[in-house]
């Protein structure tokens, strides 16, 4: 079992760098504050106003030129994030709890030929990851990672990574292909399927949705805002700065459209969502900022406990000039096989790693 959980927690923390792609701090990548906001002017626009604002995004514009020879992309971004939750009451409630920090850098480019776009690097570092989790006897137990991984443009990963489960401790230092580690985790996670780099094709070859001039229409986005109580506010005098804000009643329609009949209550629900371009109308970063405590009343019915949490978020993603991806300085340590190390087998071998 203690296999299975480090082989699990150094799966999703592997994963963790390709569903990241960019996840970094102080003034953090696009001009997002250390708090996780977009300072601006922001005010509620008309119809007209914000019409007038979408008419200039462009949906094959939106990452700068990508018909030019010397275009490349680089995202960097950051995800901070602690929860605490308990379930029961009384004598038998028992708490869960967990901080995390994470970074990463994402970057694209051209090729030499200048006929396609080439992945140039993906990176991510732990800063922070640590779970407590309460056992059956009344004692907690630490689940903690730290290092990092690295994807060079050939999709070979590095990892340099330090997994602990209370007292036992595993550090895993080496590369696989990222084909290899995604088929591993897709093992793992019943129906879970590999095909995170697979492109979605419309069977032509070409990958499917099409480009337009123009991404959204102000009707469509108002429209759909006012469905969930969403708050729109705009700042249009450097570049375009968009804060949407969500409410109680947002959370309660989402739960409402999944058939989710739960009674949820909030003291605290602030969740905010930032979206900036800049003058020349390319995304410049995008952030979300939410802060939220509540509780769940017991369903006896859904063999729902009662549970009381609280949580913070702090995720953003930004561009920036130049690449941010953090390459290890002695890639040729990495000699060994990351799946070689988790389970004892070359990849192919097929032995059972176990299952959930």
Known sequence: MKKFLFVAMASVMTLSVG???????????????????????????????LAAALSHIEGDKVVGDTESADWSFHLGAGLEAGFSFTMGEGESAKTYSGETDLSAAFSLKKNEDNTAIDLAGISANINKAKFTVPGADGKNTEYSASGGAYIDTAGMAY????????????????????????????????????????????????????????????????????QYSVKLEMDDSDGLKFRLT?????????????????????TKCDVAVYLSLDESYVFRAVSLVADVEGSLAANTAMMIPAVSFEANVKLSLGAEGESLVKVPSDLESYTKGIIEQLTGNQPGQNEDVGTL
């Open 246 to 266: 969500a409410s109680e009643e947002t959370v309660a329609t989402l739960l409402e459209e999944q058939g989710v009949a739960v009674e949820l209550a909030f």
């Open 159 to 226: 990892a340099d990574l330090t997994l602990k489960s209370g007292e036992d401790e595993l550090t895993i230092k080496g590369k696989d292909s990222m084909n290899d580690l995604m088929s591993l985790i897709g093992g793992l996670i019943p129906g879970s399927g590999y095909s995170l780099f697979a492109e979605q094709t419309d069977g032509t070859g070409e990958i499917s949705g099409e480009s337009s001039a123009q991404l959204i229409s102000a009707d469509y986005v108002l429209e759909a805002l006012a």
């Open 19 to 49: 569903l990241l792609s960019a996840c970094v701090g102080p003034m953090e990548p696009g001009g997002v504050n250390p708090d996780g906001t977009i300072s601006g002017n922001y005010k509620e626009p008309t119809k007209e106003e």
